[in-house]
């Protein structure tokens, strides 16, 4: 099969967990006869210091002519802080790659060899954790208007939207559903609808369509609520439905059960518009740019090797190369000799993708 895809590493560390997945994802493809066409772009202040944007006219044209992005990350934050908000990476670049792409998947699994890392008691994990989080990524708060701040100091006031039309719930939710069919028949729909009309809306859609999901056991939870049981009963979750702004905050409390935020993968993913025109998918780590450790060759590229797995899973339908690469990386995080530091290792970001390499060939 021909594979096409836009690498983004962007800043910081971007640019070295990027480079250690794609020696995975080129290993995989010689292994399975695929071709793959790489076109490397730039992104974030990489792009700024070259072309004066963070996303360039040529890094879109690049994105729009591949089938995926693959995606580091963005934004430095001493020279973030030198920009407008409206003019940082994260929003002109990351934002505006996310457009149109409305289910953002997050995969949060402890190995079961790192349980001394999840900061959970061991009583508590070991039944094991694998949550999916699905965080609805083009509505919500983020988008809302009116949005800003009007008036004069010390007397201003500011204005954030929260609004969801029931197309954008249903949608969101149908992907919960179908998630929910495809692991363990379980759903469960964070809101916080004793308080949001946003989320009453939302509870009311989601019960309406359980109704075509008889297979499926549908829960709701309050998002506050939500949040202490994931510390609580972290082992009872698996797929989670929620918004925007709660996936946000959920997904990186949940980031913490796997041991280290460096080991979570994303995806987020569209469907064909009115006119049958797609967003392009886009897949990155949901980690940072972590600018302390860039250049370094210490940053963990766990997070976009399982982010590449992901890609080849959804986007390109190659469900056994994408278990091949989520077993040796597994076996490698289980066996816990080859970590990096934020794991307690002393391995590099390099050494981790030999090791992972070395496992898909055993
Ligand atoms: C994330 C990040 C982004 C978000 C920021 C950088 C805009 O926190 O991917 O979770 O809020 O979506
Ligand atoms: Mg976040």
Same mark, same amino acid.
């Given at each position: 099969?021909?594979?096409?895809? #836009?690498?983004?590493?962007?800043?910081?560390?971007?640019?070295?967990?990027?480079?250690?997945?794609?020696?995975?994802?080129?290993?995989?493809?010689?292994?399975?006869?695929?071709?793959?066409?790489?076109?490397? $772009?730039?992104?974030?202040? +990489?792009?700024?210091?070259?072309?004066?944007? $963070?996303?360039? $006219? @040529?890094?879109?044209?690049?994105?729009?002519?591949?089938?995926?992005?693959?995606?580091?990350?963005?934004?430095?934050?001493?020279?973030?802080?030198?920009?407008?908000?409206?003019?940082?990476?994260?929003?002109?670049?990351?934002? @505006?790659?996310?457009?149109?792409?409305?289910?953002?998947?997050?995969?949060?699994? %402890?190995?079961?060899?790192? #349980?001394?890392?999840?900061?959970?008691?061991?009583?508590?994990?070991?039944?094991?954790? &694998?949550?999916?989080?699905?965080?609805?990524?083009?509505?919500?708060?983020?988008?809302?208007?009116?949005?800003?701040?009007?008036?004069?100091?010390?007397?201003?006031?500011?204005?954030?939207?929260?609004?969801? !039309?029931?197309?954008?719930?249903?949608?969101?939710?149908?992907?919960?559903?179908?998630?929910?069919?495809?692991?363990?028949?379980?759903?469960?729909?964070?809101?916080?609808?004793?308080?949001?009309?946003?989320?009453?809306?939302?509870?009311?859609?989601?019960?309406?369509?359980?109704?075509?999901?008889?297979?499926?056991?549908?829960? *709701?939870?309050?998002?506050?609520? +939500?949040?202490?049981?994931? %510390?609580?009963?972290?082992?009872?979750?698996?797929?989670?439905?929620?918004?925007?702004?709660?996936? &946000?905050?959920? !997904?990186?409390?949940?980031?913490?059960?796997?041991?280290?935020?460096?080991?979570?993968?994303? $995806?987020?993913?569209?469907?064909? &518009?009115? *006119?049958?025109?797609?967003?392009?998918?886009?897949?990155?780590?949901? *980690?940072? !740019? +972590?600018?302390?450790? #860039?250049?370094?060759?210490?940053?963990?590229?766990?997070?976009? /090797?399982?982010?590449?797995?992901?890609?080849?899973?959804?986007?390109?339908?190659?469900? +056994?190369?994408?278990?091949?690469?989520?077993?040796?990386?597994? #076996?490698?995080?289980?066996?816990?000799?080859?970590?990096?530091?934020?794991?307690?290792?002393?391995?590099?970001? !390099?050494?981790?993708?030999?090791?992972?390499?070395?496992? /898909?060939?055993?």
């Amino acid at each position: 099969m021909n594979i096409s895809i #836009a690498v983004l590493p962007g800043d910081g560390i971007g640019v070295e967990v990027i480079k250690a997945a794609m020696r995975v994802v080129d290993d995989i493809a010689r292994r399975f006869g695929h071709k793959i066409t790489a076109d490397y $772009a730039d992104v974030g202040w +990489a792009a700024i210091d070259k072309y004066g944007t $963070a996303l360039p $006219a @040529e890094t879109r044209q690049v994105c729009l002519a591949s089938q995926a992005i693959f995606f580091g990350a963005v934004g430095l934050p001493d020279r973030d802080k030198t920009l407008p908000q409206a003019q940082r990476p994260e929003r002109v670049a990351l934002l @505006e790659l996310r457009k149109g792409l409305f289910a953002n998947l997050r995969h949060v699994v %402890l190995p079961p060899g790192l #349980a001394d890392r999840c900061p959970l008691k061991n009583e508590l994990i070991k039944n094991g954790i &694998d949550i999916m989080i699905i965080r609805e990524l083009t509505g919500g708060l983020y988008y809302g208007q009116p949005q800003g701040i009007q008036g004069r100091a010390p007397d201003r006031t500011a204005v954030d939207t929260m609004a969801y !039309s029931e197309h954008e719930i249903r949608r969101i939710l149908k992907v919960g559903f179908e998630t929910a069919r495809k692991r363990k028949k379980k759903l469960l729909s964070v809101d916080k609808a004793n308080i949001l009309a946003t989320s009453q809306l939302w509870r009311e859609t989601a019960t309406a369509m359980s109704k075509d999901y008889p297979d499926i056991q549908l829960e *709701h939870i309050y998002v506050d609520n +939500a949040s202490m049981q994931l %510390l609580r009963r972290a082992s009872e979750f698996d797929v989670i439905v929620t918004e925007n702004t709660f996936g &946000d905050i959920l !997904s990186d409390e949940a980031s913490m059960l796997a041991g280290s935020i460096g080991l979570v993968p994303s $995806a987020c993913l569209g469907e064909p &518009d009115a *006119h049958g025109k797609y967003a392009v998918p886009f897949y990155e780590p949901i *980690h940072g !740019s +972590a600018p302390d450790i #860039a250049g370094l060759n210490k940053a963990n590229p766990v997070g976009s /090797i399982l982010t590449a797995a992901m890609m080849l899973r959804y986007t390109f339908g190659l469900a +056994a190369e994408a278990n091949a690469i989520e077993k040796a990386t597994f #076996a490698v995080l289980n066996e816990g000799r080859v970590l990096t530091g934020d794991l307690g290792g002393t391995a590099s970001c !390099s050494a981790v993708a030999d090791a992972v390499i070395a496992a /898909i060939r055993s």
